[in-house]
């Protein structure tokens, strides 16, 4: 079993609606999680991070995390095309540092 | 901003060859990372530092090793490069926990 688990897609929905990603991890001691959006062909860029239960919103963005389920999930309100990209989920386990274990991505299309 | 530089976009290497690819950050950050990526395998760590000096393996290291001479500087080698090793090589840096941590511009290397 991987211990960060994405759908790798495609994930395709129309302008304005919500996307919804979603990632799990194998590792309990996991304590902090994090959405990165890579555009074709960039390098991978922060958008939001989650360590506690519950949703953490910023703009159009809301992770939500339950830690009981070893479940993280990214949505996207209002999807533009512009949010077209690859979304990462990568964790973070206790006592491992700045060490980062990322998932494979998920592919996001968002049609006009 | 931080900034984080890699010292090739694209580099064309032949098997056996030795291979240098430099990453350089301006922020002054303790921790640095090289990730290789893969289509369908996501970001995989290659080896970290915390410290000037110092180097831990990451999840793939056979094939490759590390330099990190000074600070702001560090440096992934590939001994004798592999058609295998291609790939897109991104460096990142961080400085505390992961939530800071940014990438570079990558390097696609491909080995013949």
């Known amino acids: 079993q991987k211990e960060v688990e994405q759908n790798s897609g495609p994930l395709s929905v129309p302008e304005g609606a919500i996307a919804s990603l979603n990632c799990t991890y194998s590792?309990?001691?996991?304590?902090?999680f994090f959405w990165y959006r890579q555009y074709s062909g960039k390098s991978p860029e922060l958008i939001m991070f989650?360590?506690?239960?519950g949703d953490k919103e910023d703009g159009r963005f809301t992770a939500q995390l339950n830690k009981a389920s070893q479940y993280v999930s990214l949505l996207i309100r209002d999807s533009q095309p512009s949010d077209s990209a690859t979304y990462l989920c990568a964790v973070n386990i206790r006592n491992q540092g700045g060490k980062l274990i990322f998932g494979q991505g998920t592919e996001l299309s968002v049609k006009p | 901003d931080v900034k984080v530089t890699q010292s090739s976009r694209y580099l064309v290497k032949r098997t056996g060859e030795k291979v240098f690819l430099e990453c350089v950050q301006d922020m002054d950050h303790e921790n640095m990372f090289w990730y290789r990526q893969d289509p369908g395998l996501g970001l995989r760590l290659i080896y970290f530092?915390?410290?000037?000096?110092?180097?831990e393996k990451g999840d793939i290291p056979e094939g490759y090793s590390v330099s990190r001479e000074k600070k702001e500087r560090f440096s992934l080698i590939l001994e004798s490069a592999s058609t295998n090793q291609t790939s897109m090589y991104l460096c990142?840096?961080?400085?505390?926990?992961?939530?800071?941590?940014?990438f570079g511009p990558g390097t696609r290397l491909l080995v013949l």
């Open positions: 530092s915390y410290d000037v000096k110092m180097k």
């Open positions: 590792d309990r001691g996991s304590q902090s």
């Open positions: 989650i360590y506690s239960n």
């Open positions: 990142a840096s961080s400085q505390g926990g992961p939530e800071t941590q940014y």
